[in-house]
């Protein structure tokens, strides 16, 4: 065998060592990406929603506001019929007007008596006197907590935002009744968005709160900056209830093939762009760029399928 014959002989099997661990750390790569790598296309926009409702209860008179309009916080969404309230007011001046009028013949009644020498009047009815003004200056009082309370109704008949947001499925119209307390607005507030990431349970070692996140929506071509504001502390567990005597019922039966539950991530958004729309339940892809590796592929260039 001449030398160089020996030396194609170790070149083709140096070729093949390297082609070998180099497709074995390929593969050790895919694995380590696809089953640890914190990215994740099962991610949703998400906002928090206010449930306007009336505080007091009549027949809806006005209607302010359009379904998808953009509201301020003080802004009247719309009105509940005042002319009961009104009333009320009026009724409510009037007790207290009465009120203050007897306490004013209570209190004159009284200093008349206290003028009054102890061969005039007796002890007894000094204190009768007196009972009677404390009476008429409680009722007075009482009657103007009334009239507070009369007004205070008149004033939450316009039916006002407490934040900025967008009104979203308007179904109320004029002429429909509403009852106190019952829900019949919803305002998405524009300054609560953010991006919830559900990882499967296998990525959260490499998830730490503020961490750095690149967000995609779909149908979007801005990326969006964000960092992992935080992660929840449970889940439900499906394979427990409660049964009989607080006593656990366990599903009798497993599966002995465990897919990884998945975890909600809670993203916050830096920098939303003023001309960006942002729409509460639309998908998103969430890349945690972790502090080990900042060579994770951006959310575009991510593949498809997981």
């Not at 039916?159 to 106190?180: E, F, M």
């Not at 968005?193 to 990882?199: D, E, I, T």
């Not at 409660?242 to 809670?266: C, K």
């Not at 830096?270 to 969430?286: E, F, K, S």
Request: charged share 20%; no cysteine.
């Amino acid at each position: 065998m001449t030398f160089s014959s020996l030396l194609r002989g170790f070149s083709r099997i140096a070729v093949t060592l390297l082609v070998t661990a180099a497709a074995a750390a390929g593969g050790w790569w895919l694995w380590d990406y696809y089953m640890n790598e914190p990215w994740t296309r099962d991610g949703r926009v998400r906002a928090d929603i206010v449930q306007v409702s009336p505080d007091v209860a009549g027949l809806v008179t006005d209607v302010r506001v359009t379904d998808n309009q953009l509201v301020h916080s003080g802004d009247v969404l719309f009105v509940v019929d005042p002319g009961r309230y009104r009333l009320a007011v009026e009724q409510a001046q009037a007790n207290l007007d009465s009120a203050r009028a007897e306490l004013a013949y209570r209190t004159a009644e009284a200093r008349r008596y206290e003028q009054l020498g102890n061969n005039v009047v007796s002890t007894a009815q000094r204190q009768e006197v007196a009972s009677a003004m404390a009476k008429a200056a409680a009722a007075a009082k009482q009657n103007e907590a009334a009239l507070d309370l009369a007004q205070f109704n008149l004033g939450r008949t316009e039916v006002k935002s407490t934040v900025d947001g967008y009104v979203t499925n308007l179904q109320l119209k004029a002429g429909n009744y509403v009852a106190a307390g019952q829900a019949v607005v919803a305002l998405i507030d524009r300054h609560s968005f953010y991006v919830m990431g559900y990882f499967e349970e296998t990525k959260l070692p490499r998830i730490q709160p503020g961490a750095p996140v690149s967000v995609r929506i779909m149908g979007m071509d801005a990326e969006l900056g964000g960092h992992v504001d935080s992660i929840t502390r449970a889940i439900v567990d499906r394979d427990r209830t409660e049964g009989s005597g607080l006593v656990a019922n366990v599903n009798p039966t497993f599966n002995w093939v465990r897919l990884a539950q998945r975890i909600p991530v809670r993203i916050a958004l830096d920098d939303v762009p003023d001309d960006l729309q942002l729409v509460a339940g639309r998908t998103a892809t969430v890349a945690v760029r972790t502090k080990a590796d900042r060579s994770t592929p951006n959310v575009a260039e991510l593949p498809a399928g997981r």
